[in-house]
Nanobody, 127 residues
Framework: VQLQASGGGLVQAGDSLRLSCADS????????MGWFRQAPGKEREFVAA????????YYADSVKGRFTASRDNAKNTMFLQMNSLKPEDTAVYYC?????????????????????WGQGTLVTVSS
């Protein structure tokens, strides 16, 4: 396993959490990394993505303004800062990496756009 997500837990609505994704893979080729989530009985959905440089980031509308993706390439780690959490944010959160090229202005939001996946970390937000 090359990607390890961590930092999930049980919090109350309005609280914050910071997820981490440690990457032991071919980090120089990780031009784009992303976060997805999957709630019980639902399909896996896109949350956020960030380019290797960190210059390009984009988010799902449902988390825009509340979640922030960042990465520390020196530590081969990506983060997802989640603020103002809501019960509907409850899900297993996965980090993913795209090994192929990506083009600025193209939004890669499908799970099939990403090649490598971590095992997931559970976030539960109580009301």
């Amino acid at each position: 396993v090359q990607l390890q997500a961590s930092g999930g837990g049980l919090v109350q609505a309005g609280d914050s959490l910071r997820l981490s994704c440690a990457d032991s893979g071919r980090t120089n080729s990780r031009l784009l990394m992303g976060w997805f989530r999957q709630a019980p009985g639902k399909e896996r959905e896109f949350v956020a993505a960030i380019s290797w440089s960190g210059v390009t980031t984009y988010y799902a509308d449902s988390v825009k303004g509340r979640f922030t993706a960042s990465r520390d390439n020196a530590k081969n780690t990506m983060f997802l800062q989640m603020n103002s959490l809501k019960p509907e944010d409850t899900a297993v959160y996965y980090c993913a990496a795209r090994d192929g090229a990506f083009y600025t202005g193209v939004y890669y939001t499908r799970p099939s756009d990403f090649d490598d996946w971590g095992q997931g970390t559970l976030v539960t937000v109580s009301s």
